[in-house]
């Protein structure tokens, strides 16, 4: 026969045991947790829908971010603060031992990690003014560096939860616990020192901003445009449409091409023209060129008009040397001038009767000395 067997029917409600609680306790326990849920839920969902509101309104995106920081880890709270509430009719002594402390320290736990939510989540808040603070400079690299900040703040967040919980809640030695690490984080920091190497050439790169988001780039031997910049590594999309990762520590130690940066490109070519050509053809080509040049000045600086001059008696032409300095430089208009510019050039050489010149050479044979005949 078992202890219920033995009780009036309808008592074993209050009386019987189970973990030192009777059933109405864990019952009750059941109730106030389900209801704190629920109730986190509903705030959560009316916070969630207010905030999408004034969304989609275009009105307080800071007010709206907030109410969203806030609709997740309002259900922790809600449920931390029900078992709070539940302590107070739970019978948590066991064996002479009360667990009442530790049942708080549980809630206090929960409701500083719903604080800790709450602040990891209102980093998109500071995420947003910093995206409105560098949206009005003209270098891309400050929105790159948004949001490494973000993560970098997310991470600090996590750790003041977490040694606030070991040392206010839990009552640990901090302190202590973190110079008993002091050798095993000297080890680490051996074994990390590619990383650190990184983070502190990462550094260096944003403060010196030797090259932004998008620019064109050669370093170490690579060419292409830059797609990322982070901690560890800047990310180049090369022209053949593969992706180099190069460590910031060799970045920051490298001879950077900033290839984007330059003021204009500089085109010289070579124009070479028959030893047969008269002296008054040759100068009328030299004339053509420089009219070509006038017609364009708008491609070129003010300071650098463009520079024509017959310079060297080559090995089989006769060398006129070009020279200019085309503006903006971007590379498809200046690929575009330049084939406008060969197609002109060969068709006014041609109308002019000036022969373009291509590498020949002229064998001399010597003729062969007939053996003298003795008789």
Request: hydrophobic share 50%.
């Amino acid at each position: 026969m078992t202890v219920a067997d033995t009780m009036v029917p309808g008592t074993w409600f209050f009386d019987w045991k189970f973990i030192n609680n009777e059933p109405w306790r864990w019952l009750a326990l059941l109730g106030v947790l389900l209801a704190g849920f629920v109730t986190g839920k509903i705030v959560a969902f009316v916070l969630d829908h207010q905030s999408r509101h004034l969304r989609d309104r275009g009105r307080s995106t800071v007010t709206a971010m907030l109410l969203s920081s806030l609709a997740r880890p309002v259900t922790l709270l809600a449920l931390a603060a029900s078992l709070y509430l539940a302590q107070t009719f739970m019978n948590l002594t066991f064996d002479g031992r009360s667990i009442v402390p530790m049942w708080i320290n549980l809630c206090r736990t929960l409701a500083v990690l719903a604080a800790g939510w709450f602040i990891y989540r209102l980093v998109d808040v500071v995420e947003f003014y910093l995206h409105n603070l560098t949206g009005k400079t003209e270098t891309l690299l400050d929105d790159q560096l948004v949001p490494l900040i973000r993560k970098t703040l997310r991470v600090f967040v996590v750790i003041v939860a977490v040694l606030f919980i070991a040392q206010n809640i839990f009552h640990w030695n901090v302190g202590a616990l973190i110079a008993g690490l002091g050798i095993g984080g000297l080890a680490l920091a051996l074994a990390a020192k590619d990383t650190l190497a990184n983070l502190f050439g990462s550094v260096t790169i944003f403060a010196d901003r030797p090259f932004q988001m998008g620019d064109w780039v050669r370093i170490q031997g690579h060419e292409g445009t830059v797609e990322e910049v982070g901690f560890r590594s800047v990310r180049l999309r090369l022209f053949s449409g593969r992706q180099v990762t190069i460590p910031n520590a060799i970045v920051a130690n490298e001879t950077i091409e900033n290839v984007s940066r330059r003021p204009f490109i500089r085109h010289d070519m070579t124009v070479g023209v028959t030893y047969d050509t008269p002296p008054d053809k040759l100068q009328r080509g030299v004339e053509i060129i420089y009219e070509m040049l006038a017609d364009r000045a708008e491609a070129f600086p003010p300071d650098k008009p463009g520079r024509v001059h017959f310079t060297v008696f080559g090995a089989s032409s006769l060398n006129i040397a070009v020279t200019w300095w085309f503006i903006p430089p971007e590379w498809e208009p200046y690929l575009q001038f330049t084939h406008e510019f060969d197609m002109e050039l060969l068709r006014r050489f041609n109308d002019e009767g000036i022969e373009f010149a291509f590498p020949t050479q002229t064998l001399y044979v010597k003729p062969e000395t007939p053996p003298d005949k003795t008789e």
